[in-house]
């Protein structure tokens, strides 16, 4: 075929050459066009109010959500703010959308809608804009609530509570703000310091902001020392207030707490209780999360085990569980959830995906059990008649494929215990299953028949068989898991 | 079945076929392909007022691939939308699970086959043109406008037709995994008023057949009904006993039907205040429903038969035949796959439809009347308003002609009443039951998991009945 810009058949090399060049220059162009058109294939002119800019980010971060691969097979510990943080795109078209407001839109005589337009301005890069509504808001605002609908301690944990939605978390900011409770001035009830103090030592915790943390567990003394009889009996205190204020113990106290779980088990159940008395003041309550109490055995009907990669069912184990003599780390799972869910809680775009027993649950399982080789690590569960969606399951089946999928697929070094559920059927024509408690969980109850496991409870149980800690497995609580194993199995024999 | 208006069976098939040779194969594919053809014209003051035909169709895909789902849906069918649509459904079933996951263990996805479903047709309907039904009504509201009257009305004519398709796992096709059915509705209402001297009349039928509905015999019945309630007389309000016209039945127990309907057997079991809960059992937590109790006269009875040609059902996974209320009890309530998986441990749920038969008695409407001392005739019931859900009590109005009786005869027709009554103190009222027959029932059909999209069909088959006691609280203006 001959190129029409007057090529001879004597100039076919150089026409060939032309010819390239301009497919080349095609190209580039083309592609130029399909990045302009891409950039430009939502038109946010036609969105005229913040609500719609709002809308429109949410959808823009679901769809981006659905193609993302939220859990890494990986050692390393991955944030959940990392985890949810925004692409460019969405920022940049988002921004955009915004670009027709300022601070000066903003409603401030709206109790809520405030809160809207500093999340988006920080999630949008416009600090500033944020920072100018929550300095108008507050200074619209006194501390003395009486005769006033909305103090500025309501302003300051409401903002609080918003800005952890923002990704990346402005923890600066919500530093400063959640600062202000201390200030002189400041007059803020009881029961919204400990939120605010709460929020900000689970979120330092989460962020391993450790100088925060530090401010915060000693900002708690502080206010333990100066609580009347009163309120430290108030459902606030009792309820919240004095297991963030055993935290706060914790944290201050730490290296002291490890020396004497290096020593024994009773050394650090001996040094936690004595700070936890403190704490307890007249009540009789026990160290909570069930520290200091004995792991009962655990009985099943299906036994499984991972060797040399593969998944084999036994009759029954040599020993009993917890293995005496053994660190145990000892997880009630239930599968409520598959690889097809990676965001859990709420739909939200916003809901923090680090809780929940899933796949981050199954990680943590696996990165503990392989590094620590010593650690007994049993997981117990029981059968349902299905799992998920499937077709109805003989209890065999059930604990085969359990197996299968915790053991095998998700290569989690552990022991299986699956116990056959017991159950009885509601008369006629209701016929519905009602479960019968297994003797696991109610011996995992401690006495409190209100209690209840939730799936991805997890027992740490010291080699005489008393509970160190427990609490559902998850990244987060992974790195307390991993301090206490790395303190007890540093311990000197 | 070979008419314009719907793609056939074979054509239906053929998408399918390109469908499937457009899938990558592997892993779990479901297919529903429908056409529909509809064609509407209403009239108002006397003159048509609007005249339409539409036709539509839908190609929904679903695929699971992995362990991941996606769903996708079209209504284009030439080559390349169909090639999208299934790459769409793929791309999203992909992108669902996460693509770093191992993938050596599978939980055993059920195969979905396709319960039958009886096939509501009548040919006549595909070729009764718009034009016939216009000469047949225009010749009412001739008469209407003669004697000063307003008519207005609507009528609808449509028709579905669908195929679903299943694979297995491995993309062979799934046993029972292929179903067809199609479906005929008709439906027409008229309204015929005297807005000066207080008179109206109303008409309306719907059938899947055309012989049940004719469009001049109803749009005369509503001009005499009309005619008849010219002049209406206020009576006190108070408790009557009522003589329901099918149509004033069907207004009644729908409110009934529902509730019941919606989110069936677990809305019952999560909530005491459903009227189908019972209470909460304490030693259990759990919610017990009315299920097994006697809840309305011992002569009801309201089913729903996916054999029973005159109400009918399309093919869909999990609908079975269903006896909500038998003599009196309340027998069952629609259940979903996931409750009777979780609660029951067993695979077979029953979803929710709209249409139902109520089983018929031995009178005659004519008797029911001679044997009134004092009582009302209802046309039918309007504006219902739920007042408390725990009894389903609801306040609502008489329409279109109500009459006295006295002494075993209508004697005079009478200002319209607002009532306040509940469907199950009604029919534990029952004095007499009618003959059963097909109403106007042209609540829409919900949607069913994007893959019945105003599928299932709204057929009711209700009788009249003679109630006593129905509460009447105040007269009303409205006519």
Same mark, same amino acid.
């Given at each position: 075929?001959?190129?029409?810009s007057?090529?001879?058949?004597?100039?076919?090399?150089?026409?060939?050459?032309?010819?390239?060049?301009?497919?080349?220059?095609?190209?580039?162009?083309?592609?130029?066009l399909?990045?302009?058109?891409?950039?430009?294939?939502?038109?946010?002119?036609?969105?005229?109010?913040?609500?719609?800019?709002?809308?429109?980010?949410?959808?823009?971060?679901?769809?981006?959500?659905?193609?993302?691969?939220?859990?890494?097979?990986?050692?390393?510990?991955?944030?959940?703010?990392?985890?949810?943080?925004?692409?460019?795109?969405?920022?940049?078209?988002?921004?955009?959308?915004?670009?027709?407001?300022?601070?000066?839109n903003?409603?401030?005589?709206?109790? *809520?809608?405030?809160?809207?337009?500093?999340?988006?301005?920080?999630?949008?890069?416009r600090?500033?804009?944020?920072?100018?509504?929550?300095?108008?808001?507050?200074?619209?605002?006194?501390?003395?609530?009486?005769?006033?609908?909305?103090?500025?301690h309501?302003?300051?944990?409401?903002?609080?509570?918003?800005?952890?939605?923002?990704?990346?978390?402005?923890?600066? $900011?919500?530093?400063?703000?959640? +600062?202000m409770?201390?200030?002189?001035?400041?007059?803020?009830?009881?029961?919204?310091?400990?939120s605010?103090?709460?929020?900000?030592?689970?979120?330092?915790?989460?962020?391993?902001?450790?100088?925060?943390?530090?401010?915060?567990?000693?900002?708690?003394?502080?206010?333990?020392?100066?609580?009347?009889?009163?309120?430290?009996?108030?459902?606030?205190?009792?309820?919240?207030?004095?297991?963030?204020?055993?935290? $706060?113990?914790?944290?201050?106290?730490?290296?002291?707490?490890?020396?004497?779980?290096?020593?024994?088990?009773?050394?650090?159940?001996?040094? +936690?209780?004595?700070?936890?008395?403190?704490?307890?003041?007249?009540?009789?309550?026990?160290?909570?999360?069930?520290?200091?109490?004995? $792991?009962?055995?655990?009985?099943?009907?299906?036994?499984?085990?991972?060797?040399?990669?593969?998944?084999?069912?036994?009759?029954?184990?040599?020993?009993?569980?917890?293995?005496?003599?053994?660190?145990?780390?000892?997880?009630?799972?239930?599968?409520?959830?598959?690889?097809?869910?990676?965001?859990?809680?709420?739909?939200?775009?916003?809901?923090?995906?680090?809780?929940?027993?899933?796949?981050?649950?199954?990680?943590?399982?696996?990165?503990?059990?392989?590094?620590?080789?010593?650690?007994?690590?049993?997981?117990?569960?029981?059968?349902?008649?299905?799992?998920?969606? *499937?077709?109805?399951?003989?209890?065999?089946?059930?604990?085969?494929?359990?197996?299968?999928?915790?053991?095998?697929?998700?290569?989690?070094?552990?022991?299986?215990?699956?116990?056959?559920?017991?159950?009885?059927?509601?008369?006629?024509?209701?016929?519905? +299953?009602?479960?019968?408690?297994?003797?696991?969980?109610?011996?995992? +109850?401690f006495?409190?028949?209100?209690?209840?496991?939730?799936?991805?409870?997890a027992?740490?149980?010291?080699?005489?068989?008393?509970?160190?800690?427990?609490?559902?497995?998850?990244?987060?609580t992974?790195?307390?898991?991993?301090?206490?194993?790395?303190?007890?199995?540093?311990?000197?024999? | 079945?070979?008419?314009?208006?719907?793609?056939? /069976?074979?054509?239906l098939?053929?998408? #399918?076929?390109?469908?499937?040779?457009?899938?990558?194969g592997?892993?779990?594919?479901?297919?529903?392909?429908?056409?529909?053809?509809?064609?509407?014209?209403?009239?108002?003051?006397?003159?048509?007022?609007?005249?339409?035909? #539409?036709?539509?169709?839908?190609?929904?895909?679903?695929?699971?691939?992995?362990?991941?789902?996606?769903?996708?849906?079209?209504?284009?069918?030439?080559?390349?939308?169909?090639?999208?649509?299934?790459?769409?459904?793929?791309?999203?079933?992909?992108n669902?699970?996460?693509?770093?996951?191992?993938?050596?263990?599978?939980?055993?996805?059920?195969?979905?086959?396709?319960?039958?479903?009886?096939?509501?047709?009548?040919?006549?309907?595909?070729?009764?043109?718009?034009?016939?039904?216009?000469?047949?009504?225009?010749?009412?509201?001739?008469?209407?406008?003669?004697?000063?009257?307003?008519?207005?009305?609507?009528?609808?004519?449509?028709?579905?037709?669908?195929?679903?398709?299943?694979?297995?796992?491995?993309?062979?096709?799934?046993?029972?995994?292929?179903?067809?059915?199609?479906?005929?509705?008709?439906?027409?209402?008229?309204?015929?008023?005297?807005?000066?001297?207080?008179?109206?009349?109303?008409?309306?039928?719907?059938?899947?057949? &055309?012989?049940?509905?004719?469009?001049?015999?109803?749009?005369?019945?509503?001009?005499?009904?009309?005619?008849?309630?010219?002049?209406?007389?206020?009576?006190e309000?108070?408790?009557?006993?009522?003589?329901?016209?099918?149509?004033?039945?069907?207004?009644?127990i729908?409110?009934?039907? &529902?509730?019941?309907?919606?989110?069936?057997?677990?809305?019952?079991?999560s909530?005491?205040?459903?009227?189908?809960?019972?209470?909460?059992?304490?030693?259990?937590?759990?919610?017990?429903?009315?299920?097994?109790?006697?809840?309305?006269?011992?002569?009801?009875?309201?089913?729903?038969?996916?054999?029973?040609?005159?109400?009918?059902?399309?093919?869909?996974?999990?609908?079975?035949?269903?006896?909500?209320? /038998?003599?009196?009890?309340?027998?069952?309530?629609?259940?979903?796959?996931?409750?009777?998986? !979780?609660?029951?441990?067993? !695979?077979?749920?029953?979803? /929710?439809?709209?249409?139902?038969?109520?089983?018929?008695?031995?009178?005659?409407?004519?008797?029911?009347?001679?044997?009134?001392?004092?009582?009302?005739?209802?046309?039918?019931?309007?504006?219902?308003?739920?007042?408390?859900?725990?009894?389903?009590?609801?306040?609502?109005?008489?329409?279109?002609?109500?009459?006295?009786?006295?002494?075993?005869?209508?004697?005079?027709?009478?200002?319209?009443?607002?009532? &306040? /009554?509940?469907?199950?103190?009604? &029919?534990?009222?029952?004095?007499e039951?009618?003959?059963?027959? #097909?109403?106007?029932?042209?609540r829409?059909?919900?949607?069913?998991?994007?893959?019945?999209?105003?599928?299932?069909?709204?057929?009711?088959?209700?009788?009249?009945?003679?109630? #006593?006691?129905f509460?009447?609280?105040?007269?009303?203006?409205?006519?």
């Amino acid at each position: 075929m001959r190129y029409k810009s007057g090529c001879r058949s004597v100039t076919v090399n150089l026409c060939s050459i032309r010819f390239l060049v301009s497919i080349i220059i095609a190209i580039i162009l083309v592609n130029g066009l399909q990045a302009q058109v891409k950039s430009k294939t939502i038109d946010v002119s036609k969105y005229k109010t913040y609500e719609e800019c709002i809308s429109l980010q949410n959808r823009l971060i679901a769809r981006e959500r659905r193609k993302l691969p939220y859990w890494k097979d990986s050692l390393e510990y991955i944030r959940s703010d990392k985890l949810n943080e925004y692409s460019k795109a969405v920022t940049d078209t988002v921004a955009i959308c915004m670009s027709k407001f300022t601070s000066q839109n903003v409603n401030l005589n709206n109790h *809520t809608e405030y809160l809207d337009w500093i999340t988006i301005f920080y999630d949008i890069g416009r600090d500033s804009d944020a920072e100018s509504v929550i300095n108008r808001k507050l200074s619209n605002a006194v501390w003395d609530t009486i005769g006033v609908v909305e103090g500025r301690h309501n302003i300051v944990a409401a903002v609080v509570r918003s800005l952890v939605r923002v990704r990346p978390i402005p923890w600066d $900011a919500i530093v400063r703000i959640a +600062r202000m409770v201390d200030s002189p001035d400041a007059i803020c009830p009881l029961h919204e310091r400990i939120s605010i103090y709460a929020t900000m030592m689970s979120l330092s915790r989460e962020l391993n902001d450790t100088l925060t943390h530090k401010y915060v567990a000693e900002k708690m003394v502080e206010l333990e020392k100066g609580l009347s009889v009163e309120e430290k009996s108030s459902y606030t205190w009792q309820s919240q207030g004095r297991y963030t204020l055993l935290e $706060a113990m914790d944290f201050l106290n730490h290296h002291e707490m490890l020396d004497s779980l290096r020593k024994s088990p009773q050394a650090y159940l001996s040094y +936690r209780n004595s700070y936890w008395a403190m704490i307890r003041g007249q009540s009789s309550d026990k160290l909570p999360n069930h520290v200091g109490e004995t $792991a009962k055995p655990i009985i099943a009907d299906f036994w499984f085990t991972r060797q040399e990669d593969r998944v084999s069912q036994i009759n029954s184990l040599a020993e009993s569980i917890p293995e005496a003599g053994k660190v145990n780390l000892i997880v009630f799972l239930e599968i409520i959830c598959s690889r097809n869910t990676p965001v859990f809680g709420s739909s939200s775009h916003r809901s923090l995906p680090i809780s929940g027993p899933c796949l981050p649950a199954y990680y943590s399982l696996r990165r503990l059990g392989e590094r620590y080789p010593n650690l007994k690590l049993t997981i117990v569960s029981h059968t349902d008649g299905y799992i998920g969606l *499937t077709e109805p399951l003989t209890p065999e089946q059930e604990a085969k494929h359990k197996s299968q999928w915790w053991l095998g697929t998700h290569r989690i070094p552990a022991v299986l215990a699956v116990a056959e559920q017991k159950y009885f059927r509601l008369p006629k024509p209701d016929e519905r +299953r009602i479960d019968e408690p297994h003797d696991n969980s109610l011996n995992y +109850r401690f006495g409190n028949p209100d209690a209840r496991i939730p799936s991805g409870k997890a027992f740490l149980v010291d080699v005489d068989g008393s509970i160190l800690y427990s609490a559902e497995i998850n990244p987060i609580t992974e790195r307390k898991f991993n301090e206490l194993l790395k303190a007890v199995t540093n311990r000197k024999q | 079945m070979s008419t314009s208006k719907l793609l056939t /069976e074979s054509e239906l098939s053929e998408i #399918r076929d390109k469908l499937v040779s457009y899938s990558s194969g592997v892993g779990i594919t479901r297919l529903a392909i429908s056409s529909s053809w509809s064609s509407e014209l209403s009239w108002a003051r006397n003159s048509p007022s609007m005249s339409s035909d #539409r036709r539509e169709v839908s190609v929904v895909v679903f695929r699971n691939i992995k362990n991941g789902l996606g769903l996708a849906h079209i209504n284009q069918i030439d080559d390349a939308s169909l090639k999208n649509v299934m790459r769409l459904a793929e791309e999203v079933a992909l992108n669902s699970g996460d693509p770093k996951e191992p993938d050596d263990h599978r939980f055993p996805i059920p195969v979905v086959g396709w319960d039958g479903g009886a096939s509501t047709w009548d040919d006549k309907i595909m070729v009764r043109s718009i034009e016939e039904s216009a000469n047949l009504i225009h010749s009412t509201t001739v008469k209407a406008w003669d004697k000063g009257l307003m008519s207005s009305g609507y009528l609808e004519t449509k028709a579905h037709n669908i195929l679903n398709f299943a694979t297995d796992e491995f993309g062979r096709e799934a046993p029972d995994g292929i179903s067809y059915g199609e479906m005929t509705q008709i439906q027409c209402s008229a309204t015929v008023r005297d807005a000066s001297r207080g008179g109206s009349g109303w008409a309306g039928k719907s059938s899947y057949r &055309l012989a049940d509905v004719s469009e001049s015999a109803i749009a005369e019945k509503a001009l005499d009904r009309a005619v008849q309630s010219i002049n209406p007389v206020k009576v006190e309000p108070g408790r009557y006993t009522v003589v329901l016209e099918p149509q004033a039945t069907a207004d009644l127990i729908d409110h009934l039907i &529902l509730d019941v309907t919606i989110m069936g057997r677990r809305y019952a079991e999560s909530s005491a205040h459903h009227v189908m809960g019972l209470a909460v059992d304490p030693s259990l937590s759990r919610i017990r429903s009315k299920m097994g109790s006697r809840i309305v006269d011992s002569r009801v009875t309201i089913s729903h038969s996916i054999k029973d040609s005159n109400l009918g059902v399309l093919p869909m996974a999990g609908v079975r035949d269903i006896t909500l209320i /038998e003599n009196g009890v309340l027998k069952e309530l629609y259940t979903d796959r996931g409750l009777v998986l !979780n609660e029951l441990n067993y !695979n077979k749920p029953n979803l /929710e439809r709209n249409s139902y038969r109520m089983e018929e008695g031995s009178s005659t409407t004519e008797e029911m009347i001679l044997s009134t001392k004092r009582g009302l005739f209802v046309t039918r019931l309007s504006g219902m308003t739920l007042v408390d859900t725990r009894s389903l009590l609801m306040s609502g109005v008489t329409r279109d002609g109500l009459w006295l009786i006295e002494e075993g005869k209508i004697v005079k027709a009478v200002r319209n009443f607002r009532f &306040l /009554e509940s469907p199950l103190y009604a &029919l534990s009222n029952i004095e007499e039951i009618g003959q059963a027959e #097909r109403v106007f029932h042209p609540r829409q059909p919900s949607t069913f998991m994007g893959f019945t999209p105003q599928m299932l069909l709204s057929q009711v088959i209700v009788p009249s009945l003679k109630v #006593r006691d129905f509460s009447f609280t105040s007269t009303i203006d409205a006519i």
